[in-house]
């Protein structure tokens, strides 16, 4: 399994300059990466860069911590689409989740609708660290009902200050995934975001029914990966 197939490489820390995003375009053009997932300032240097290739421009919308306005966060997204973004990563309003998650379906349906009509694709953030298991459920199918293409686990800027969980992990878990995977049909994808650093976790993430990896060691992994190739090479 090329892990390249499946992985976003990833740079949203806010201190992120104009070396490493010329870093990211050399990763993503030397590894084909299937994406890179980048802050929406960068998208139209990003798009241009890659126009040639294969690679996804990905963004994200109400990021990190998605309690914009949804006017906000749909102004937001016809700037990126505008600026060439295939797909947008979507943070999902926790507090009107929590509220109401009818408001945080509304949200979600605008934002799908406009993706679609650019014929664009939105994954929605559900920050699966702030939900119990039977909230992570229902919000995923709340993704599914509101026309999203993927349901992505986690920010990965999440903190224990804000959740009453006592196992907190602002990371993707393999437990939350296949729980995804149960919940929602095969038309949805699933996105696995947050502390991915290697090569197997590659694997059982997407064993366990990931179809994308964002993460910020991409390169890290395809070594990793070619490494294991050409041991078995010279075994052979």
Request: one cysteine or more; a negative charge.
């Amino acid at each position: 399994m090329n892990p390249a197939q499946y992985i976003e490489q990833t740079h949203l820390k806010p201190t992120i300059n104009d070396r490493d995003i010329e870093k990211l375009i050399e990763e993503a053009l030397n590894y084909n990466f299937v994406g890179v997932c980048v802050p929406p300032f960068w998208v139209k240097k990003v798009k241009r860069d890659l126009l040639k290739t294969e690679t996804k421009v990905v963004t994200v919308i109400g990021f990190p911590l998605g309690y914009n306005r949804t006017e906000t966060k749909v102004r937001e997204a016809e700037v990126a689409l505008k600026d060439g973004a295939d797909e947008l990563d979507l943070v999902i309003s926790m507090t009107a989740l929590k509220t109401n998650p009818f408001w945080a379906k509304v949200e979600m349906v605008r934002l799908a609708d406009l993706a679609h009509q650019a014929e664009k694709m939105l994954k929605v953030i559900i920050e699966t660290a702030y939900l119990s298991e039977e909230e992570i459920k229902k919000t995923a199918l709340l993704c599914e009902e509101a026309g999203a293409d993927f349901v992505k686990t986690s920010t990965g800027f999440a903190t224990a200050n804000f959740s009453e969980k006592k196992d907190f992990y602002a990371g993707a878990k393999l437990e939350d995934v296949k729980l995804i995977r149960s919940t929602v049909s095969e038309m949805v994808g699933i996105k696995a975001s947050g502390g991915i650093k290697t090569y197997q976790q590659v694997q059982d993430f997407v064993k366990a029914g990931a179809e994308r990896i964002g993460t910020s060691s991409g390169v890290e992994i395809m070594q990793e990966y070619l490494k294991n190739i050409e041991k078995k090479e010279t075994i052979l």
